[in-house]
């Protein structure tokens, strides 16, 4: 399979624990999304790369979030000192953007439903 | 006010009706998706569009750019169509702002 993978694809952990996942996008692919998204609600945007530029982090992204693409592959995200409001589901999506086109169609992992007791 | 609201919010039809889910946005976009989502599972891409209209299957998607206004229908509905729709807009590549979703149910 060639798709988006992402890696735990639960967690359960204790407030104050650090947790780490990871996002595998599409091989050729040089964005990746991560996004957000909890109970009955859309996902909402924290932060993409463009290859291994960090180029947008949302306002939500406290400083205890921390995401990585070190070699514009793969990418982590990880959550220090965490909170039970930090339950939710992180997706990871990737897309090929196009040099000024304005299409840009993401392709989304299972994600990863953290769970912060 | 969020950028993109969908309505409505929760729908049950019966196996055969013709099933309309409406997304209305306040921003300028390059784009506007729809993805389908299912319980415990990942998010999959049905429609980009940023004029007109699209076909797939039982689907149509469309867009009145105008109007700042997008309509998925479904055409013959059937119990596996129930999960969550979900309209998002985008603006040249970034990132995706999303409605709320629609939860889909569709009774045998």
């Known amino acids: 399979d060639t798709g988006v993978s992402q890696d735990p694809r639960h967690k359960i952990t204790k407030r104050g624990q650090n947790v780490t996942f990871r996002c595998d996008p599409i091989s050729e692919h040089n964005r990746l999304y991560w996004y957000r998204q909890t109970l009955g609600q859309g996902p909402e945007f924290l932060t993409y790369f463009q290859n291994e530029a960090q180029l947008e982090k949302s306002r939500l992204l406290s400083d205890r979030f921390s995401a990585e693409r070190p070699k514009g592959s793969f990418s982590t995200l990880e959550i220090q000192r965490t909170e039970q409001g930090d339950s939710a589901m992180y997706l990871c999506?990737?897309?090929?953007?196009?040099?000024?086109?304005?299409?840009?169609?993401?392709?989304f992992g299972p994600g990863t439903r953290l769970t912060v007791l | 006010k969020n950028e993109v609201e969908q309505s409505p919010q929760n729908l049950t039809a019966q196996e055969g009706e013709f099933i309309t889910i409406n997304c209305s946005y306040s921003?300028?976009?390059?784009?506007l998706h729809w993805l389908q989502q299912h319980p415990g599972g990942g998010i999959v891409s049905l429609f980009m569009l940023s004029s007109g209209k699209k076909k797939h299957g039982r689907l149509i998607a469309t867009i009145n750019i105008q109007e700042k206004h997008s309509s998925l229908h479904i055409t013959a509905s059937h119990p596996r169509d129930s999960a969550v729709y979900i309209c998002?807009?985008?603006?040249?590549?970034?990132?995706?702002?999303f409605g709320a979703g629609t939860i889909l149910r569709v009774k045998s």
């Open positions: 998002a807009v985008s603006k040249y590549g970034n990132k995706l702002v």
């Open positions: 999506a990737s897309s090929l953007a196009e040099e000024r086109g304005p299409y840009n169609e993401q392709f």
């Open positions: 921003v300028g976009i390059s784009a």
